[in-house]
Each structure stands twice: as structure tokens, then as C-alpha cells.
């Protein structure tokens, strides 16, 4: 049936009754104060009295005219005056308004991920990875240009890509990133005394701005080079490595290297 208007509510109502079997003498006590006898029904034995004839009533007392009452005896009355009420409301018509702030526990009673509306993050709780750059087959190299770190080794919220070897943000925050490495000239020897290992971090493609992953040599070595920052990113903002002059080491099964980092907080 259609309305005009907010739909109607559906109201569906039960009596209260109240057992006295046990009581005895000419009078009980009801649990509830009534106004005049017509507001309780009594039945004795499973027979309804006449109220004001068989019974009267004052207040919470309801007393028995010209008879008593034995323990014995099945007594209960109905209280027609005072009725429980449930209702129902229809569908779609409780607004906001109508519930308390503190009503709904959104932590113990919604699964999955809240919207940010709604004053989550949109997104897993957890965003992290870890990687490194290892040679596939037998053997050491030098790698230099845009890093690909080939093998994850942790990548909650599978934000990196281990074929191109950029971190991708899935929502807009601060992360932290850190890298380190140890420094090789063209075939995976030392670095010359003053020569220098020169990089940085790339966001979407161009230096990130966040400084040098620089590292100066004075004797001959594979030394160590590493960097870390921190950045505001907006969703689909990608992060990467790159080692702009000489090279970093890599070798088959070693960890001489690492890109890392993970999500601080959502924008």
C-alpha cells in the first residue's frame, strides 16, 4: 500500500500477566499499582472473576470479596490496563538522529575495511614491504640506473612491484623509505680511491628532491652507501631506486642490498 508521507509504524502489543499461585487469604499484591479493578483481570483456577463484584482493588492490593484463597489454588491475573508495546519501525526511517553516538561499536561490530567517511582509513590497516636486488643465476654483478629489486621479501598490502621495482602508494599518507647498499665500479670490482657512488630517490619518474645517496671513496672498497626518507604521498605516487653514477653490488643468494619502507599515516 502507498503512502504520502513517512510510512507507518508497525506496533504489536502483549499484556503483562502475573502468577500469584501460592498466595492465600483474601487479598494479593500486584506488581504493578492499577487504577481500578477493570484494569486487572483475575483468573482462579482458570476462571475468570468479575471485577468489582468478585474483586476490587487499591493500588498494588487486590482484594477478594467474601471468599479467601487457598495456596493450592491456580491464581493469575492479566494487567489488560498496562500493555507491552515492541515496534517496528519500517525500513529506511531511523535517521542518524535517532541513534546514540556511542550506540554502534564500529570496531567489534564491522568486519572489512571502514570508509574514510566514516572515519577510517579506506584501506588495510597495514601497508609495508622489503626487497632485494640478487643476481638470478651464478655469480656477482653491478647494477646501476633504475634498481630492480627481483626479490620481495615482505609486501603487506602488495604495494611493490618486483618487475619494475617501484613502490606504488594504494592511499595518500606519509611513508617512510630507506635503502642501503654496497658500492662497485663496472664489473662488480671496488670503487677507485675518488671515485663516488651518486643516487636518489625518483618519485613518479624525476629525483624526489629528498637529497643524494652519495657515497665518497678514499681507498679502494665495496662500501657500504644508504638513505632514508620521509615523504607525502598522493594515491598512485610511485617511489623507486636509482643509482645515477657507478653501481651498487649484487650477488646470487647474498643480501648486499635492500629497499624497504611502509606506510606512517593516512593524509
Known amino acids: 500500500m502507498?503512502?504520502?508521507?513517512?510510512?507507518?509504524?508497525?506496533?504489536?502489543?502483549?499484556?503483562?500477566?502475573?502468577?500469584l499461585t501460592g498466595a492465600s487469604g483474601a487479598s494479593v499484591t500486584l506488581s504493578h499499582?492499577?487504577?481500578?479493578?477493570?484494569?486487572?483481570?483475575?483468573?482462579?483456577?482458570?476462571?475468570?472473576?468479575?471485577?468489582?463484584?468478585s474483586y476490587t482493588t487499591n493500588g498494588t492490593t487486590l482484594n477478594f470479596v467474601g471468599y479467601t484463597v487457598a495456596a493450592s489454588d491456580d491464581i493469575y491475573v492479566i494487567f489488560s490496563g498496562k500493555a507491552l508495546q515492541t515496534v517496528v519501525p519500517p525500513d529506511g526511517s531511523v535517521s542518524t538522529a535517532k541513534i546514540a553516538d556511542d550506540a554502534v561499536n564500529l570496531t567489534s561490530k564491522v568486519t572489512g575495511v571502514l570508509p574514510v567517511a566514516n572515519g577510517g582509513t579506506g584501506h588495510n590497516a597495514v601497508i609495508a614491504f622489503a626487497?632485494?636486488?640478487?643476481?638470478?643465476?651464478?655469480?656477482?654483478e653491478s647494477i646501476q640506473g633504475d634498481i630492480v629489486?627481483?626479490?620481495?621479501?615482505t609486501n603487506v598490502g602488495n604495494a611493490y612491484?618486483?618487475?619494475?621495482?617501484?613502490?606504488?602508494?594504494?592511499?595518500?599518507?606519509?611513508?617512510?623509505?630507506?635503502?642501503?647498499?654496497l658500492t662497485a665500479?663496472?664489473?662488480?670490482?671496488?670503487?677507485?680511491?675518488?671515485t663516488a657512488l651518486n643516487g636518489y630517490f625518483k618519485k613518479n619518474g624525476a629525483d624526489a628532491g629528498f637529497g643524494k645517496i652519495y657515497s665518497q671513496i678514499s681507498a679502494a672498497s665495496h662500501a657500504n652507501v644508504s638513505a632514508s626518507m620521509v615523504i607525502t604521498l598522493a594515491q598512485n605516487d610511485y617511489i623507486q631506486v636509482h643509482i645515477?653514477?657507478?653501481?651498487?653490488y649484487s650477488s646470487q643468494g647474498a643480501n648486499y642490498n635492500q629497499f624497504s619502507g611502509h606506510l606512517i599515516g593516512v593524509a
Open 2 to 19: 502507498g503512502y504520502v508521507g513517512n510510512q507507518s509504524t508497525n506496533s504489536y502489543s502483549s499484556m503483562v500477566k502475573q502468577d
Open 33 to 53: 499499582p492499577v487504577a481500578n479493578a477493570n484494569e486487572v483481570e483475575l483468573y482462579i483456577n482458570n476462571v475468570r472473576q468479575e471485577p468489582t463484584t
Open 131 to 140: 626487497c632485494k636486488a640478487n643476481k638470478t643465476s651464478s655469480g656477482d
Open 149 to 153: 629489486f627481483n626479490q620481495v621479501q
Open 161 to 181: 612491484n618486483n618487475s619494475n621495482g617501484r613502490f606504488t602508494a594504494p592511499v595518500a599518507g606519509t611513508y617512510f623509505f630507506t635503502f642501503h647498499a
Open 185 to 194: 665500479s663496472s664489473g662488480t670490482q671496488q670503487l677507485a680511491s675518488g
Open 244 to 248: 645515477a653514477d657507478n653501481y651498487i
